[in-house]
T-cell receptor, first 114, second 114 residues
Framework: AQSVTQLDSHVSVSEGTPVLLRCNYS??????LFWYVQHPNKGLQLLLK??????LVKGINGFEAEFKKSETSFHLTKPSAHMSDAAEYFC????????????FGQGTELSVKP | NAGVMQNPRHLVRRRGQEARLRCSPM?????VYWYRQLPEEGLKFMVY????????ESGMPKERFSAEFPKEGPSILRIQQVVRGDSAAYFC????????????FGPGTRLLVL
């Protein structure tokens, strides 16, 4: 079975400093992994996805994530936080069932201080 | 190309009433997924449908909940005899028939049961 664990429920950074949101996954085969962002009372927007191509994945808004099989991790990073990055971030693994339902982590709330 | 559309965006029901949530997938997408986000929880898969077929309903509650995706028209998630515990945000996602990797989410319907 597939699962993801987001190691921090809340992360707070200052504007202009780096962002690190941690995610570990569990999968019995080579997984497809995603990061989605949800702004308050909004839907989910895809930030980036890993599907067994390059292990360093670049997404929108300056975010990137690195797939590390040896560590079963898929951490999300950004060099410099912006106030507009404040949101809830979800690490997601695609299930192995037919059609591939998405399995979400519990989410990490990112706060950005001025 | 319009994104995934959901309506209504907000829905208030009294206990015992029925709730109908609608989802129109992106143009060209024939796969629809429903997810539920309970307060203070992550998103949980409910059901995966293709046109006129339920592919995976492993996340649907056994009673009161049903979903359909007819040949014509939007996908419908129906909740009969709602209870307070059904209060949540319900998100629909769609994906194209060729690649099921990326699911694009709608803005959600926020259901409040009084």
């Amino acid at each position: 079975a597939q699962s993801v664990t987001q190691l921090d429920s809340h992360v707070s950074v200052s504007e202009g400093t780096p962002v690190l949101l941690r995610c570990n996954y569990s999968s019995s085969y080579s997984p497809s992994l995603f990061w989605y962002v949800q702004h308050p009372n909004k839907g989910l927007q895809l930030l980036l996805k890993y599907t067994s191509a390059a292990t360093l994945v670049k997404g929108i808004n300056g975010f990137e994530a690195e797939f590390k099989k040896s560590e079963t991790s898929f951490h999300l990073t950004k060099p410099s936080a912006h106030m507009s990055d404040a949101a809830e971030y979800f690490c997601v693994v695609r299930g192995s069932n037919q059609g591939g339902k998405l399995i979400f982590g519990q989410g990490t709330e990112l706060s950005v201080k001025p | 190309n319009a994104g995934v559309m959901q309506n209504p965006r907000h829905l208030v029901r009294r206990r015992g009433q029925e709730a109908r949530l609608r989802c129109s997938p992106m143009k060209g997408h024939s796969h629809v997924y429903w997810y539920r986000q309970l307060p203070e929880e992550g998103l949980k898969f409910m059901v995966y449908l293709q046109k006129e077929n339920i592919i995976d309903e492993s996340g649907m509650p056994k009673e009161r909940f049903s979903a359909e995706f007819p040949k014509e028209g939007p996908s419908i998630l129906r909740i009969q005899q709602v209870v307070r515990g059904d209060s949540a945000a319900y998100f629909c996602a769609s994906s194209p028939p060729v690649s099921q990797e990326t699911q694009y989410f709608g803005p959600g319907t926020r259901l409040l049961v009084l």
